[in-house]
């Protein structure tokens, strides 16, 4: 499959090249286009530790440093290509790949890697096309995620078509590799297909459905293959009371697919509300994800940081199931000194219980402050303390804390 989109990639080339000046070319030969683009530069520096009842204690520096370039546009095409290097800069840490170091989990091995390749075209205003190694993400990034929050983001070797008619817009992709997050040592090879489809009526109100077909040939993973159908409502910008208001509310099945040699039938639900008054924002959130008691409803490359705690304790999923019920605050002071720009505080308070049995799964605090230091520079302090519930099947308390510094071009 990877040398039908190698032909494809082609394929595009041609055609955009007899696109002409009816795509609204912007340069006027292939080399001034490459000299007109951007430089992409970025380096992220963390320093992790990660504790868990049961292991070692784990401690990681790591230096992620990007570096790419990003063309002009000439006939509607855009190209863009960009490596990755992580280094283990010292730390005791088992980083994923085998053998084991005896210490708990901070999966960001050393590795350097092309992290992006990809063409882009504008057929015209209403249709654009994407080959290559890239980046996808959807609505609130649960169900397909790029996962930046290792080291070692998540890319895949796609076709992308994306579809705008006034306030409908609609995504498809087929997706025949996945790589992921521990360097070259977990990529997936895949026949997934995902579309998203969406309507905006007005900013109160945006409906999605969508279908992500996932189908993965590795042996490893086949049983992660599954078909997700989905609906998603969404609304922000609401005036009411001073302040301002939002929600989403999204329901999913999942089942098995393709390649999968069980079966499965599992249920998502999930319903949020955010309000914004001044320097301060509030958000009560409710997600359940349904367990069978052999299986948790599971989402293969969604996100695995930005749900249910930064501390990871339910990063594979009970096969119970989980419901997940949150609180969190955060305050933007004003008063802010100049060089500590959008300085940000946050808190947010979980209460975890199995899905099928009820069984506590315990609480988690997480804490947040970030702010930037220059318009390139910015800082963050993340950490997320997980204490374990008394009921069957919880995970291990645990806590992860996270020191980071990135600097953008």
Do not use: C
Not at 159 to 187: C, I, P, Q, S
Not at 215 to 244: H, M, Y
């Amino acid at each position: 499959m990877r040398k039908v989109l190698v032909r494809a990639l082609g394929a595009v080339a041609g055609a955009a090249s007899l696109a002409g000046v009816a795509n609204g070319e912007e340069a006027n030969t292939i080399s001034e286009a490459i000299s007109e683009g951007e430089l992409i530069a970025e380096a992220r520096l963390r320093y992790e530790t990660f504790e868990q009842v049961g292991q070692n204690d784990a401690d990681a520096l790591t230096l992620r440093s990007r570096l790419g370039w990003q063309t002009g546009t000439w006939n509607g095409l855009t190209a863009l290509v960009e490596f990755e290097d992580v280094r283990d800069l010292a730390g005791d840490y088992n980083d994923g790949i085998p053998p084991a170091e005896p210490y708990a989990s901070i999966p960001d091995p050393p590795g350097t890697e092309l992290n992006r390749l990809q063409l882009r075209w504008q057929v015209n205003q209403h249709l654009t096309t994407t080959l290559g190694r890239q980046t996808i993400s959807f609505d609130d990034s649960r169900f397909l995620d790029a996962s930046n929050s290792r080291q070692d983001a998540r890319t895949l070797d796609a076709l992308r078509a994306d579809v705008t008619l006034g306030g409908l817009k609609a995504t498809y992709a087929f997706v025949d590799h996945v790589n992921n997050t521990t360097a070259e040592y977990n990529d997936w090879e895949s026949e997934t297909h995902l579309l998203n489809v969406s309507q905006t009526f007005s900013d109160a109100f945006k409906l999605t459905g969508f279908a992500y077909m996932f189908d993965f040939d590795t042996p490893t993973v086949v049983n992660q293959s599954s078909r997700f159908l989905g609906v998603r409502a969404t609304g922000k910008e609401i005036e009411a009371f001073g302040a301002e208001w939002g929600y989403a509310v999204s329901y999913a099945n999942q089942e098995d697919y393709g390649s999968s040699t069980v079966e499965f039938g599992l249920d998502y639900m999930q319903a949020s509300v955010s309000v914004e008054y001044g320097e301060w924002a509030a958000q009560l959130w409710y997600e359940s994800l349904e367990g069978d008691g052999t299986r948790g409803f599971f989402v293969p490359i969604g996100s695995s940081n930005s749900f249910q705690g930064w501390a990871g304790a339910f990063s594979s999923k009970p096969a119970d199931g989980v419901v997940d019920r949150n609180i969190m605050v955060s305050y933007a002071p004003q008063w802010a000194l100049d060089y500590l720009g959008g300085l940000t505080f946050m808190a947010r308070y979980y209460d975890f219980e199995a899905e099928r049995t009820g069984a506590d799964y315990g609480e988690e605090w997480d804490l947040a402050v970030g702010a930037d230091i220059t318009d390139n520079l910015e800082f963050s302090i993340e950490r997320g303390d997980y204490d374990a519930g008394e009921g069957a099947g919880s995970p291990a308390s645990r806590t992860r804390t996270r020191f980071v510094l990135q600097y953008r071009l």
